[in-house]
């Protein structure tokens, strides 16, 4: 009876952990404090994949700049109620909490089988299509129907990968998942479907219109990272001339909307230009100079994605 009463507590506490989060610091401060804990644990302590302990100590130097700045901007009140209580279930409850019910399940069923831990997200692209032609990218070969994964086959994968892996993160790789379109659907209703996975989207950001930037607060569990390759120059350089400017509106609507989003490099060289990037902006409205998540290399992010 006790444990029972225990774990509706638990479950309580789950299911709130973003309001109460964002209503009472002395609460962000026990989950940050467990996050960080939890981060060294594994990646220090426990490193599972016996890596050497420079690279393990870069992934948790990322994972406390994400998680500190995530917490921040929470704080700060950018991200929308649905981004604070969903996004943080799904952290909390796969990041800091030993997993429970299926999701503990699915990862001990597929140890006895496979001898070592699931994957703990997966990396895909939904078609390779895109609207834009960059220099040197693959993507306009891809026209047409050819190279998109039927709706309902990826949504297939995505219930098994949760299913048979526990895992709750997906990240979303192109092509440019935002043209995304098959049996009358697009990328947002995956987000919509499977409303206990985060996804992570890279994408080019010129379709973040505010319509789909407030489709994305309301489902509370997608982070565009949005790529740029430095400054204005840089940027149109290679991906079409005005496409930086479409850039700084994709960030304006998102910091409007309350969606946390970020910033991959494609160029380590050109990674301290694109800091600023997301802080760009002509407002003078506290809320859209905001960054609202954080920037990282993609070459430091193959390293970290590397392990799972
Ligand atoms: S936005 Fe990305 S996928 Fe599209 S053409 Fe450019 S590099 Fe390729």
Same mark, same amino acid.
């Given at each position: 009876m006790e444990t029972y009463g225990f774990e509706r507590m638990v479950d309580y506490l789950l299911s709130n952990a973003g309001s109460l989060m964002h209503h009472i610091p002395m609460v962000r401060n026990l989950f940050m404090r467990k996050a960080r804990q939890a981060a060294y644990e594994y990646l220090i302590k426990e490193n599972p994949d016996r890596r050497p302990i420079a690279v393990q100590m870069e992934k948790l130097q990322i994972t406390l700049s994400l998680m500190e700045t995530a917490f921040k901007r929470m704080e700060e009140g950018l991200y929308s109620k649905n981004v604070v209580n969903r996004a943080s279930k799904i952290v909390i409850e796969e990041l800091m909490l030993e997993p429970k019910g299926k999701t503990r399940q699915a990862k001990e069923a597929f140890r006895a089988q496979y001898g070592r831990r699931p994957p703990g997200f997966l990396v895909i692209?939904?078609?390779?299509?895109?609207n834009l032609r960059c220099k040197g990218c693959y993507a306009k070969s891809f026209d047409g129907s050819s190279g998109t994964i039927p709706f309902s086959l990826l949504d297939r994968i995505l219930t098994e990968k949760t299913d048979l892996w526990g895992s709750h993160y997906v990240a979303w790789v192109g092509g440019e998942p935002t043209v995304y379109r098959s049996e009358g659907k697009d990328i947002l209703d995956f987000a919509e479907r499977h409303l206990d996975n985060l996804f992570l989207m890279f994408t080019?950001?010129?379709?973040?219109?505010q319509e789909v930037a407030k489709r994305m607060a309301d489902l509370g569990n997608v982070v565009p990272q949005v790529s740029v390759e430095g400054f204005e120059k840089e940027t149109d350089e290679r991906r079409g001339k005005g496409v930086f400017k479409k850039i700084l509106r994709a960030f304006e609507n998102m910091r409007e909307a309350g969606v946390p989003s970020g910033s991959p490099s494609h160029r380590c060289d050109t990674m301290p230009n694109c800091l600023p990037v997301m802080n760009s %902006?002509? %407002?003078? %409205?506290r809320k859209r100079r905001q960054p609202s998540h954080g920037s990282f290399s993609i070459c430091r992010l193959a390293e970290t994605t590397a392990w799972i």
């Open positions: 692209a939904p078609t390779l299509k895109c080019n950001g010129t379709l973040i219109d %902006s002509t %407002s003078t %409205s």
